[in-house]
């Protein structure tokens, strides 16, 4: 089962940020946040990932909390081709193998 | 680069027939995994190949299989058709084992009748 917690749906106005949050109070200190998403019929996409501290990249920022049970994903300034299915996922980084653990994701529509 | 290919994009098959669908990661990455997507179940993992060996599994029946060749290419197979694997098949390719970033392939779409 995945071990996070994300709304179901969010609604953003195009232009402003969208941040999406998500529950992982399971999460144990060696295990790494993810997120994903995956616009309609493509495969995912990588965005970004963490583990203590905040990160951004050129697509977004990730906060995580510093009690990490809890992070959100921030999209600065969220276009229509951001609309998506946003998926967080919490993994080990080891040498144990790729797999992903996908929730159910929010799905963030982008509003003109 | 070119990104992780998948052949074929969309496959009608039948119950009970047999399908093998054929995934080319990236130039250079040696991991490659596979994930079946439902309406009901979302994203759930199938296995993951490294240097030719099946490294992990997920909760799937025996029909489903797969193998990985030496220039890192894989196929996956499913065996006696049921009209529950109709699905979208996802394979995503990672440099190696830690898998931090795993690159997804378009998909195939199989529809099962």
């Known amino acids: 089962d995945a071990k996070t917690t994300q709304p179901t749906s969010m609604d953003c106005a195009e232009g402003r940020a969208a941040n999406l949050p998500c529950n992982h109070s399971?999460?144990?200190?060696?295990?790494?946040v993810y997120w994903y998403r995956q616009i309609h019929s493509q495969g995912p996409q990588y965005i970004i990932h963490?583990?203590?501290n905040n990160e951004t990249n050129e697509m977004a920022s990730l906060i995580i909390t510093e009690d990490r049970k809890s992070s959100t994903l921030i999209l600065p300034h969220a276009t229509l081709r951001d609309t998506a299915v946003y998926y967080c996922?919490?993994?080990?980084?080891?040498?144990?193998?790729?797999?992903?653990?996908f929730g159910q994701g929010t799905e963030l529509s982008v509003k003109p | 680069k070119a990104g992780v290919t998948q052949t074929p994009r969309y496959l009608i098959k039948t119950r009970g027939q047999q399908v093998t669908l054929s995934c080319s990661p990236i130039?250079?990455?040696?991991?490659v995994s596979w994930y079946q997507q439902t309406p009901g179940q979302g994203l759930q993992f199938l296995f993951e190949?490294?240097?030719?060996?099946?490294?992990n599994k997920g909760n799937f029946p025996g029909r489903f299989s797969g193998r990985q060749f030496s220039n890192s290419r894989s196929e996956m197979n499913v065996s006696t058709l049921e009209l529950g694997d109709s699905a979208l098949y996802l394979c995503?390719?990672?440099?190696?084992?830690?898998?931090?970033?795993?690159?997804f392939g378009p998909g195939t779409r199989l529809t099962v009748t």
């Open positions: 995503a390719s990672s440099l190696n084992l830690e898998g931090f970033l795993q690159y």
């Open positions: 399971t999460i144990s200190g060696n295990e790494y």
């Open positions: 963490g583990l203590k």
């Open positions: 996922i919490v993994r080990v980084g080891n040498n144990q193998g790729g797999k992903l653990i």
């Open positions: 130039s250079g990455h040696r991991s």
């Open positions: 190949y490294f240097s030719e060996t099946q490294r």
